[in-house]
């Protein structure tokens, strides 16, 4: 079987007050993937704005974008010159009025395709997002650079495995993840290594769906929060093949062979072998 080889690329920074400063920076990583050969760069979540959620009352108005916009405008100009899809996470304002934590995804030539809404949102100590996000209404989206087709959830969506399979059925093969999660300062887990969870249950739908995962963290402290970094890729089998630093901004670049996606998936049997009959309960309301 022949290789089916992608290039992505992972853009993890700290962010600060000033959005101007953190839209320049970015526009530079971006552009310094692209010129190491990223085919698609994925930037982390709402990657313009802190992380604002983690207040209550905050005003948001300098927060908002629509699309097109501000942030399509510049990276559109970088997906035409380098020929690299970008995967834009916004906080967007519909002309309805409505407020979503949304993904922006530029093809190669530049162009807006469909947007992706946030679809689970969390409401808990220091991430209020329910107060700021609506939930998503336009349900999980397939996208395509040339023939390699992708599905991007956010954040949140990362812990449901719904969300995953649900992607792998509709013909995915790697699913991107923006995030910005970290520890609480000063509040120490009870249960157990957050990070670790994190990464565990990501590896768990790689593995599950035979396909990469790709999730980009944020890095640096913000207010109360300590965002952990360390985005990374796995391959097919759920192994990780590069892991960003936790302290620093960085860029990885790491190839894939999703021609072995259907290799894994064949040994494994996970697909094969599904009872779909026996699963309804999982779409039943809690009570």
């Known amino acids: 079987m022949s290789k089916k080889l992608i290039k ?6 700290s962010v600060s007050n000033n959005l101007k400063s953190n839209l320049e920076k970015t ?3 971006v552009e310094t993937a692209a010129k190491k050969g990223a085919e698609i760069i994925c930037l982390q979540e709402l990657y313009k704005t802190p992380y604002f959620p983690r207040e209550k009352g905050v005003d948001i108005k300098d927060y908002l974008e629509t699309i097109p916009g501000e942030s399509t405008n510049a990276f559109s100009v970088i997906s035409k010159k380098y020929g690299c899809s970008i995967i834009l996470p916004i906080y967007e304002k519909t002309k309805a009025g409505k407020y979503f934590n949304t993904v922006v995804v530029l093809n190669e030539k530049g ?6 809404r946030k679809i689970h949102i969390p409401h808990d100590p220091s991430f209020y997002e329910k107060d700021y996000f609506a939930e998503g209404d336009n349900g999980y ?16 969506d990362q812990w449901f495995p ?6 792998k059925l509709s013909g995915t093969e790697m699913i991107f993840y923006p995030t910005a999660i970290g520890n609480i300062i000063g509040n120490k887990p009870k249960d157990g290594d957050w990070h670790d969870a994190w990464e565990t249950v990501m590896r768990g739908h790689s593995i599950a769906n035979s ?13 109360n929060l300590n965002f952990w970094g360390q985005s990374f890729v796995t391959d097919a089998f759920g192994k990780v093949l590069k892991r960003a630093n ?22 494994w049997g996970f697909m094969r072998n599904r009872r ?5 309960k999982i779409i039943d309301k809690i009570k």
């Open 27 to 29: 526009l530079k990583m």
């Open 211 to 223: 396909l990469p995962v790709i999730a980009v963290n944020r890095v640096g402290k913000e207010g």
């Open 111 to 116: 162009e807006i395709g469909k947007s992706y």
């Open 8 to 13: 992505v690329g992972l853009i993890q920074s």
């Open 246 to 267: 936790s302290k620093k901004d960085e860029i990885i670049i790491q190839t894939l062979d999703l021609s072995m996606n259907d290799i894994i998936s064949e040994d």
């Open 276 to 280: 779909p009959d026996t699963y309804k």
């Open 162 to 167: 719904e969300a995953a399979r649900v992607s």
């Open 141 to 156: 989206s397939l996208y395509k650079h040339k023939d390699v087709s992708y599905t991007v959830l956010i954040c949140f």
